[in-house]
């Protein structure tokens, strides 16, 4: 069990591995994001962008399409990876996503077992409804900015965090 003194600033996140790798995949269109109610899993009752846990042998890129097909029935296009985040759960567990953005979509949009999708204005995001860590990643996200981003979590609380700005 970790400290609750724990924060970014006391990791050493060169040598951090990850319980799990996941994929996060947001669709934006003429001043819009394609958000989802998470219906279940980590995160369930939150809004967020469909992904999910990379499989074995899978790239982040192929897991970010597949998951985005399974969880809204669509296969986004123009997709670029745009960041990464770190997250350190005082429960132990620890969680790399690797974050795409993606210009459009093919397909018919639908609800499954697993999430309802919905497009929200880019100026009306609802980030109450969301992880206490998307404000400071989000809009660099929208921005299509390289980042990365380091979170220390207790349960839902946002404990700590960190955003780097590679400068490339």
Not at 52 to 80: C, D, F, M, N
């Amino acid at each position: 069990m970790a400290s609750k003194n724990l924060n970014v600033a006391s990791i050493d996140w060169a040598t951090w591995k990850p319980t799990e790798y996941a994929t996060l995949c947001f669709i934006m269109r003429e001043g819009q994001i394609l958000l989802i109610h998470k219906k279940r899993g980590l995160g369930a009752g939150k809004i967020n962008g469909p992904g999910g846990r990379i499989e074995k042998g899978e790239t982040a890129l192929a897991s970010a399409i597949r998951e985005t097909q399974e969880e809204i029935g669509v296969t986004p296009t123009g997709v670029e990876h745009v960041g990464e985040l770190f997250f350190e759960f005082l429960s132990g567990y620890k969680l790399h996503v690797a974050v795409f953005a993606a210009s459009g979509l093919e397909g018919k949009l639908c609800e499954t077992p697993e999430a309802a999708p919905f497009w929200s204005n880019l100026d009306r995001i609802p980030y109450d409804g969301m992880w206490q860590d998307d404000p400071y990643w989000l809009p660099l996200l929208l921005a299509r900015r390289k980042f990365r981003g380091f979170f220390v979590f207790d349960g839902e609380t946002l404990l700590s965090h960190r955003i780097d700005l590679p400068s490339s």
